[in-house]
């Protein structure tokens, strides 16, 4: 259990403040839940599960069960951040997440509402990660893998699957990996799964060297991988055209609450195609990551935790400077360590999601993209487009690009030139430049030799 601090109201108050919520209305939201919270756990001073039942069948009989699963959410924010400041021994809802390897809290809540409660939470019950007979060996590996650098997500996903599907077969705890992967194989028989398959099978194999370096390595087979991968959608390459008109469309994007978000959008469409970023890098920028005299703009632990020194073409130059420009008069936050992309109606930084979605609506105003759902051109394939065009232009210029690759992998912030050639084979250009290069260079030299010949 955990004692409530004396000064609950106060905590509350300060808490509120510094969240710098969005809209007028969210403050008195988060106000009216924190305080409803606190008057059920002031009955006896303390933050335990039989006060977080107390609360829920009270709130439940009130509110709409939408309401009370959003307001869960508030307090479980606010009992970590008492938490973690040491103002209460323990958040009861983490611990109940932590008991029941159950992520969200909303469900808990859910349990805490049933008749019986010991019995809902039961059936939340989550098998613990990496609980398995191969649970810490793959622990180790991710572990090792991070201290390299790598982030490890996704095979990380991977492995917990396969976990949770090896305590669920008990049976198969003395086997042989190959029978493990074999049975884990063929509990699905969707092609993405078949391909994950694989991935784990890859994963294992090098976690394997890795404990023993004269092990042999298996031999891959990527025939499930390259299945899914030709049912993915092929990028779409922006023509200059309709470049400008993103452009465009951008410059008079709507924005009663936000004056600067046109240049904000402009700004962020030129180094999308003009320095090939990723969204996500855009909005990690800080102003002072902008160098406008060395002419440069620095990515920092990115992708792949790489970072990056981009030298910057005239557009872009122009276009941040456009931006800084904005932001003084606006009277916009000089910090260097503030956002590049700063949101003035909601004085914060664009998030990443807040971006795309902008982004996106750019799109579907230019008729580029339909105006419902995720088909259509993305705003990643700018960065496609990007180094499409890059070569291209390369190429009418008489410039080796094969000496190239690699620069283009670097600045693009590639672990290697494979991940750029992918970017490369997707151009139907490509191979007609090429061709043409070729014609250009050799057949002069095919009309002697056949001169030549008697």
């Known amino acids: 259990m955990s004692l409530w601090p004396e000064d609950g109201e106060r905590i509350i108050e300060a808490y509120i403040a510094g969240l710098n919520l969005r809209g007028p209305l969210n403050p008195i939201y988060y106000r009216q839940a924190l305080r409803n919270f606190l008057a059920v756990v002031s009955e006896n001073g303390i933050t335990d599960r039989a006060a977080l039942v107390r609360w829920v069948r009270e709130r439940d009989a009130r509110w709409a069960r939408s309401t009370l699963r959003h307001r869960i959410g508030i307090v479980n924010r606010f009992l970590d951040t008492l938490a973690a400041r040491a103002l209460i021994a323990r958040n009861p809802f983490a611990e109940l997440r932590v008991a029941y390897h159950v992520r969200g809290c909303r469900r808990i809540g859910d349990a805490l509402l049933a008749s019986d409660p010991d019995g809902a939470l039961e059936a939340l019950r989550c098998p613990a990660p990496f609980a398995s007979v191969l649970g810490e060996a793959m622990r180790g590996h991710i572990a090792l893998m991070r201290s390299r650098g790598y982030r490890y997500e996704?095979?990380?996903?991977?492995c917990l699957r396969f976990d949770r599907f090896l305590q669920g077969r008990t049976d198969l705890s003395t086997e042989p990996l190959e029978v493990m992967l074999r049975n884990w194989a063929t509990a699905r028989t969707t092609p993405n799964h078949l391909a994950e398959c694989e991935k784990l099978a890859r994963i294992l194999d090098r976690a394997r060297r890795h404990g023993d370096?004269?092990?042999?390595?298996?031999?891959?087979?990527?025939r499930a991988i390259r299945q899914v991968e030709a049912g993915w959608r092929r990028p779409y390459i922006y023509s200059v055209d309709k470049i400008w008109r993103l452009l465009d469309i951008a410059a008079t994007y709507p924005s009663p609450g936000a004056p600067s978000r046109p240049v904000n959008l402009q700004a962020m469409l030129v180094l999308l195609y003009c320095a090939g970023v990723r969204v996500g890098e855009l909005a990690r920028l800080t102003l002072d990551d902008v160098d406008l005299q060395a002419r440069t703009l620095a990515i920092r632990e990115t992708k792949f935790l790489k970072s990056r020194l981009?030298?910057?073409?005239?557009s872009a130059i122009a276009a941040l400077g456009d931006l800084l420009?904005?932001?003084?008069r606006a009277g916009l936050p000089d910090d260097p360590a503030a956002p590049l992309f700063w949101h003035d109606g909601r004085?914060?930084?664009?998030?990443?999601?807040t971006i795309a979605d902008m982004l996106v609506g750019v799109l579907r105003r230019a008729g580029i993209k339909p105006e419902r759902g995720k088909t259509g051109p993305r705003i990643h394939d700018l960065r496609h487009t990007f180094v499409v065009h890059r070569v291209l232009d390369w190429y009418r210029e008489g410039v080796d690009a094969q000496k190239r690759l690699s620069y283009l992998a670097a600045y693009l912030g590639h672990r290697d030139i494979n991940s750029t050639l992918v970017y490369i084979t997707i151009a139907r250009e490509l191979p007609h430049e090429a061709s043409e290069r070729f014609r250009s260079h050799c057949a002069p030299c095919l009309s002697a030799?056949?001169?030549?010949?008697p």
């Open 154 to 158: 996704t095979q990380t996903a991977i």
């Open 310 to 314: 981009l030298p910057l073409s005239d």
């Open 213 to 222: 370096p004269s092990t042999a390595r298996r031999r891959a087979d990527s």
């Open 347 to 353: 004085s914060r930084g664009y998030a990443r999601a």
């Open 325 to 328: 420009v904005a932001r003084v």
């Open 449 to 453: 030799l056949g001169e030549a010949r």
